[in-house]
């Protein structure tokens, strides 16, 4: 959080003694907080929070770029948010019906990790590194194949058992290591349920999945790809970040919610339904 802190108090073009001024408090607290030393209490934290509001700074972008990392020699550095933290080695043990099946999940970018985990009590946040050396990857692209992937392990196909369409999804990521595949985030959360309950073509869910800024997910379907996952930093988030993350989350997915929209109306007449495609027509 100390990078955070002194993010925000640049953008506000402050000096320590400036910015202590302003949130009530003293300059050795705000250069304790930038140092680490200590952590600004929940008071001081709601302070900061309507300081960013009042000045319209652009919290969550700050938010963002605090928890980056810089790449080193050529490796993959990936992001991971859990809902009270890694207990034991890293395993691929995440729900069965996620987007791609039990897993490690790992996003490319800090913001999917951070906003699905904004919600818990108690969350972490981290860094990881993947050795892709001797992986074998699954790449999935914005197409019908992520989403029909997607509503396999979702169990949307369950009525289609034993037909040709469910066994190649069944089987599509069998002898891989790494599923690589767009995410499937909060602004896409409503678009996929319309294509599941049969009132949206793939047409039109393939236009809304492009017109959206989806960050890449990794996922570690294999005891293998988890043990070549190294955890670079862990962070708890704190009550300023989750207040933040919490507003964007909604934000984000009234923003997806409206594009989609628009493109539904465009591209409702094309395509074949959800219920069609199980079919094979």
Not at 46 to 72: G, M, P, W
Not at 158 to 178: C, H, L, N, R, S
Not at 214 to 239: D, F, H
């Amino acid at each position: 959080m100390k990078i955070l802190i002194k993010e925000i108090r640049l953008a506000a073009g402050m000096n320590q003694e400036q910015f202590a001024n302003a949130l009530g408090t003293t300059p050795l607290s705000i250069n304790r907080w930038e140092n680490g030393k200590t952590a600004p209490n929940k008071m001081a934290q709601t302070n900061l929070y309507n300081f960013c509001k009042e000045r319209e700074i652009d919290l969550a972008q700050l938010i963002v770029e605090s928890k980056s990392a810089a790449a080193e020699d050529g490796k993959l550095i990936l992001y991971h948010g859990s809902k009270k933290g890694i207990i034991g080695d890293i395993a691929p043990i995440s729900r069965n019906e996620c987007d791609f099946g039990a897993g490690f999940y790992m996003g490319t970018t800090t913001l999917q990790p951070l906003t699905l985990v904004c919600n818990e009590d108690k969350p972490k946040f981290y860094t990881v590194e993947l050795d892709m050396t001797g992986l074998k990857v699954l790449q999935v692209d914005i197409g019908i194949d992520w989403a029909m992937l997607i509503a396999y392990y979702r169990k949307e196909m369950e009525d289609a058992k034993g037909t040709a369409v469910y066994e190649k999804y069944a089987k599509m990521a069998e002898g891989y290591d790494i599923i690589v595949g767009y995410i499937a985030n909060d602004r896409m959360y409503t678009e996929l349920s319309r294509f599941f309950n049969k009132t949206l073509t793939d047409v039109a869910l393939i236009n809304c999945l492009s017109a959206l800024d989806l960050g890449k997910q990794y996922v570690a379907i294999s005891e293998k790809a988890c043990k070549q996952i190294k955890i670079i930093n862990e962070e708890p988030l704190s009550q300023l970040e989750l207040a933040m993350l919490k507003d964007m989350s909604v934000a984000r997915r009234k923003e997806g919610v409206a594009l989609a929209d628009e493109i539904e109306i465009k591209y409702r007449r094309e395509g074949k339904f959800f219920d069609e495609i199980l079919r094979g027509e």
